[in-house]
DNA sequence: ACCTTACGACAACGTCATTGACGTGAGAAG
DNA sequence: CTTCTCACGTCAATGACGTTGTCGTAAGGT
């Protein structure tokens, strides 16, 4: 075996799977990403990969060495898709609200991979240029450098933290998703308020909320903290 | 097969395995998370949770009827692990910093258990006294309800989310784990300033920053905004 | 038109979660 | 102290999983 792996750039030879398929990274990549769309959490197996590329599963291998492999590719192409078209404004707030819930909204859109790959570093291109686009916006806003790190790593890490534990939730098994979801109704809804006066109160509120993501709210909060910061508060008050 | 498992306070048989091990529901909890600290998040199996225990591994659908429903027990013992011994001081900003950084260090302790169990929902007795006790300070520092409960929603699951991630990070292989981190020394050092000035110009305060955790900063940031917001600003100033 | 070799296909291995059947010994009943 | 019964540990089997070694073939350079 040793190396089944060619690099990208130096393929030549495209033979066509039996299915008349050629295969490219690309391809797998965007296949992969279709799959868990399309059939879910358990859906990204290298054999139904294979199915689904109309190819033999272990021809996945001469493209990517393991799945972990496959797992950083899907990752960048995960980050590249959510800054797809995303052009800042000149509004620091703004803009890193939109590239926070577009990193988001990225990730709810492929759950299973989002979960498997929210905490790799890839460095690799998509990756480079989001990290070169937010620190650009904070520096552009003002922040001192290591300030603007700072708000940098809070950033990035509550948007993949939010965007990990939300795929999490939408790549369940059907049957556990619902349990997850019953638990507010039946065993926070019967609390009794002799017992457990705060959920008992808040129980209806609890219920409904916890149905949506915290996200938006946190990353409110969090623009909010760091407005507070800004040196020379730029034109822009405080939300109140 | 119908219902193998038995709950526990009926159980009355304790037939010891081949091996003279006695079962129960929390020696099996304890043994997985012994087990997957030592040996990492893949050697969770339930072939090896029964080696490890002394007993076949079918023997554990006695006590839990499938894998998630281990995984619950674990995540609620991880919940109970990081409240315990808390007490509330009046002070609903240092509480609320207290418990989540209580959370924070009870998941980085058991990084493979934490990261399969962080996005969880259990409806189980820790989780249930530790909902209590947050909406708990934030009703008493005076939030209305509703409010309330989205800042208890964006609290819990921002803690969480940053436990997962920071989690996995502890929880890679020794190998990817070296590989991540000098990412940030290589990739990220070695990038142009024309093409990237903002990268190329933070680059030491990135890479000293990103090997800490961002959880701590994201918390005080997230405590900021949330005492802006509170009703009547009750004699504690927002920090500079 | 030849030759090399990239790469798709096949078959196999070991591990996984889970289940049905079995039998044994602990504990209740008298 | 004996008997009964069923809880629960064990065994065997199933189908899906990732991954690898081997082989044949056709694509592309020469």
Same mark, same amino acid.
């Given at each position: 075996m040793a190396e089944r792996v060619v690099p990208e750039p130096q393929r030549r030879r495209r033979r066509p799977t039996k299915q008349g398929v050629v295969l490219s990274r690309q391809l797998i990549v965007e296949t992969a990403l279709r799959l868990v769309g399309q059939? !879910? $959490?358990? &859906?990204? /197996?290298v054999r139904r990969l294979g199915a689904a590329l109309g190819a033999?599963?272990? &021809?996945v291998y001469r493209y990517f060495r393991n799945t972990d492999d496959l797992l950083l590719a899907l990752a960048d192409e995960l980050i590249g898709r959510a800054q797809h078209g995303w052009r800042p404004t000149g509004d620091w707030r703004a803009d890193l609200r939109e590239i926070g819930l577009r990193i988001h909204r990225a990730y709810q859109a492929h759950p299973q991979a989002a979960l498997l790959a $929210?905490? +790799? /570093? /890839? !460095?690799r291109s998509h990756e480079i240029r989001a990290v070169e686009a937010i620190l650009g916006v904070l520096r552009a806003a003002g922040f001192p450098d290591p300030e603007a790190v700072r708000i940098y790593h809070a950033f990035v890490d509550q948007s993949l933290g939010f965007a990990a534990l939300d795929a999490a939730a939408l790549a369940l098994p059907p049957a556990a998703r619902a349990a997850d979801d019953e638990v507010w109704q039946a065993a926070y809804g019967r609390l009794a308020a002799d017992t457990h006066p705060h959920i008992a109160a808040t129980a209806p509120l609890l219920a409904a909320d916890m149905r949506r993501s915290g996200y938006p709210y946190a990353l409110d909060l969090l623009l909010a903290a760091v407005a507070a910061r800004l040196? +020379?508060? $730029?034109g822009r008050p405080p939300r109140p």
């Open positions: 059939h !879910g $959490a358990e &859906a990204l /197996t033999d599963p272990s &021809a $929210a905490h +790799r /570093t /890839t !460095g040196p +020379r508060p $730029a």
